[in-house]
């Protein structure tokens, strides 16, 4: 089976601050850092430190250099990665000191993507092959439904939720990695076994994985539902922590390893990219998630 995340890539302009900026308030940051980001991107960086192969499809502008150097750096195959004339997208990330986040997105290059590039890089993919998706790129209805049409199998993180996810036929996406807001928009329910129940019904295709902060998150497929706590350690920041549990979940799903191993190593892996700053810089690596693992034994 081979992984194709189609996704976005971002410079992530990170201030960190006391707190996020109120309405009408102007403050002065303490730092700036400015690091590769991007739901794509950070869940390829993710699937590569887990462990396994993934080839990365998208789009930056001529400045985009940084993030496809991380590709390579990681071992993430970059060769549809594509250089347009569009600025390649950003996120303006305030980071307070409880470690709370808020991001604004600008789409930049992640929206060029056309119907042609699309078709061009699925046509190296066929069936069983994973095609993973978010929701920071142009046309995700489209690859739902060609990926389909070839019978790959689709995991959405419908991250950010936005109308363009309405568009897309969700009948045809096997795994869903969400929070309980994206189940909320999906399902209109707001309890969490409300929401898994929906998702029985509407998508009995479906293998669910709903995260619920600091209940930490429930994995439901058509023959167990499966339950995870999380680690508790001093937050740092907390971007990129949901990319890195969806890259270490699907790698243990890759590896079929049992579901509550996967989402042991899914969480101590994102407990420890809240620990640390950054976004793909905050992913952390197989050996230091095994290491960590013992010690929480
Ligand atoms: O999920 C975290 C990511 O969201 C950041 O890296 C930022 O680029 C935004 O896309």
């Known amino acids: 089976m081979k992984v194709l995340n189609f996704g976005s890539l971002n410079y992530d302009y ?14 002065t940051s303490t730092k700036l850092e400015v690091f590769p980001g991007g739901k794509g991107l ?24 940084m993030l496809i150097d991380t590709c390579e750096q990681n071992g993430v195959d970059h060769q549809f990665v594509k250089t347009v004339e569009e600025r390649t997208g950003n996120a303006i990330i305030q980071v307070s000191a409880k470690g709370q ?7 930049g290059a992640n929206r060029q993507n056309d119907r042609a590039f699309v078709d061009e890089v699925l046509s190296h ?22 990926g389909f049409e070839k019978g790959m199998v689709i995991a ?4 950010p939720f936005d109308d363009e996810m309405r568009k897309c036929d969700l009948s045809k996406v096997t795994i869903f ?42 994995y439901q497929d058509a023959q167990q539902t499966c339950r995870h706590g999380i680690y508790k350690v001093p937050v740092v920041d907390t971007t990129a922590a949901g990319d890195t549990f969806t890259g270490y979940f699907l790698a243990g799903v890759l590896s079929d390893l049992p579901m ?16 640390k700053k950054g976004a793909t810089s905050s992913i952390p690596y197989r050996a230091d998630v095994l290491a960590a693992k013992l010690e929480h034994e």
Not at 14 to 27: F, K, N, R, W
Not at 43 to 63: E, F, K, N, T, W
Not at 262 to 268: D, E, F, G, W
């Open 14 to 27: 990170t201030y960190s601050l006391d707190h996020i900026v109120a309405p009408g308030e102007t403050i």
């Open 42 to 65: 950070n869940q390829s960086i993710s699937l590569a430190r887990a462990g396994a192969q993934v080839c990365h499809a998208g789009m930056v502008g001529p400045d985009g250099g």
């Open 101 to 107: 986040n808020s991001i604004v997105l600008f789409a």
């Open 125 to 146: 993919f066929g069936e069983g092959d994973l095609l993973l998706l978010q929701n920071e790129i142009n046309l995700v209805d489209y690859l739902i439904d060609r």
């Open 156 to 159: 959405l993180n419908p991250s």
């Open 177 to 218: 990695l969400m929070n309980e807001v994206e189940g909320e928009q999906i399902t209109g329910e707001k309890e969490p076994e409300k929401i898994l129940t929906a998702f029985r019904k509407q998508y009995p295709q479906s293998r669910v994985v709903l995260t619920l902060g600091k209940a930490g998150v429930v």
């Open 260 to 275: 509550d191993e996967t989402l042991r190593l899914a969480s101590v892996a994102s407990s420890i990219a809240v620990s």
